[in-house]
């Protein structure tokens, strides 16, 4: 890619998030904080797609695929698996699937 300035901006802001990142007790925050929005995320989904009563199949292939997909992005072996981001999608898909089984829990009682 060309060093443009909007490359230069990014690469700088990057550059200081992974800076702001390397405390550890920041990174337990950031992942607390994922795996709390996939539980709200996951709720929000299942109370919308509840109430429209329209594709319900469809929406629950395509969340299966995405948290397939993490999956197999977070537990490959290759280097990619090993980075933040990584784990922060992992810590999302956690807290969507208990999402889930506490929405099915609800559901059956």
């Not at 990057?14 to 709390?36: E, K």
């Not at 709200?40 to 469809?58: H, K, N, P, S, Y």
Request: hydrophobic share 55%; proline share 1%; glycine share 6%.
């Amino acid at each position: 890619m060309q060093n443009t300035r909007l490359n230069r901006i990014f690469d700088v802001a990057v550059a200081g998030l992974q800076q702001w990142a390397r405390n550890p007790w920041r990174r337990i925050s950031l992942v607390a904080i994922a795996l709390l929005l996939g539980f709200f995320f996951g709720t929000a989904v299942t109370t919308i797609a509840g109430q429209e009563a329209r594709l319900d199949i469809t929406i629950a292939a395509v969340l299966i695929l995405g948290t397939e997909a993490i999956s197999r992005l977070a537990y490959s072996r290759r280097a990619i698996s090993k980075t933040f981001l990584v784990v922060l999608l992992n810590a999302f898909r956690i807290g969507f699937i208990y999402s889930m089984y506490v929405e099915a829990l609800k559901l059956g009682s």
